[in-house]
């Protein structure tokens, strides 16, 4: 059994920044797809940001320019860089590994970290 485990998160002030890190128990490049998706309080989980076997990203509209999303296949991880947060950026962060861009029954998920953006 695959195992993402997240960190990183915390309190952070608006316009701060915060680098989460999602480390698996397997070979990263086994998953056509990894990425992080975020869930406000209210809201369904979107997808934040995601990256290929290939390499290529995706990025929700509201983060584009500022988040990008590293790898180190050598740790089998990945991280999500954030700068210039703003509150809307709040929510619980999950990683997730998978076949496909879109959310599958297969796919693996971490329990989440908490991103919580104020003054």
């Known amino acids: 059994q695959v195992q993402l485990v997240e960190s990183g998160g915390g309190l952070v002030q608006p316009g701060g920044s915060l680098r989460l890190s999602c480390a698996a128990t397997?070979?990263?490049?086994?998953?056509?797809?990894m990425a992080w998706y975020r869930q406000a309080p209210g809201k369904e989980r979107e997808l934040v940001a995601g990256?290929?076997?290939?390499?290529?990203?995706n990025f929700a509209d509201s983060v584009k320019g500022r988040f990008t999303i590293p790898r180190d296949s050598a740790k089998n991880a990945i991280y999500l860089q954030m700068n210039s947060l703003n509150p809307e950026d709040t929510g619980v962060y999950y990683c997730?590994?998978?076949?496909?861009?879109?959310?599958?029954?297969?796919?693996?998920w971490g329990q989440g970290t908490q991103v919580t953006v104020s003054s």
């Open positions: 997730k590994a998978g076949s496909f861009w879109n959310v599958s029954r297969y796919d693996y």
């Open positions: 397997a070979n990263i490049v086994a998953f056509n797809v």
């Open positions: 990256i290929s076997r290939r390499g290529g990203t």
